[in-house]
């Protein structure tokens, strides 16, 4: 029975031998890890440090070039390939934008751009079909359809028959 016991304790100093080498291993580890990344950090911050700009600027000319330059048309415009038109950083667009937008995110900003022209088309060119419209601004007929119903609580066909009924009428 002693015998036992005797055991029975050298087996609990061993495990907690065991846990505390453990342990210690575990906190040289997660040291050795935080002065790796703080001086990874000091030597990458020279070099990615933000660039200072005024943003309503920029988005002014961002607004400028997906108007001007009809870029909201481009049925497949990501975020990636008009950050680099802008040679601006995905990060650095996405900030303008939710800065100027009041927290949009890209997709939602480009595609409020295809339904404001989109509501200009179809009160400007009655006669233009829908479907035409969707792909002059950049959408599938489906999603164009989605999307203006979404936004403006008609369907594109509704918000003509509203504007031709508003013009009628003195």
Known sequence: MEYTYQ???IVIVIFAIVNLFTAIFFIIKCHYLKQKTIALERMV???VKPIEYDSSEEFQR???????EKLYADLHLDRDRFAA????SRHALNKIIIRNTNGLSFPQWINNIRLDVACDLLKNEPDKPISVIAK???LTPNNFHR???LQHGVT???FRLKQK??????
């Open 147 to 149: 999307l203006f119903r």
């Open 156 to 158: 594109p066909t509704r």
């Open 136 to 138: 002059e601004v950049g």
């Open 85 to 88: 038109r802008m040679n601006l």
């Open 7 to 9: 055991i029975l304790t």
């Open 45 to 47: 911050e020279p070099i």
């Open 165 to 170: 009924l508003a013009q009628t009428q003195p």
């Open 62 to 68: 961002l607004m400028k070039a997906v108007i001007d």
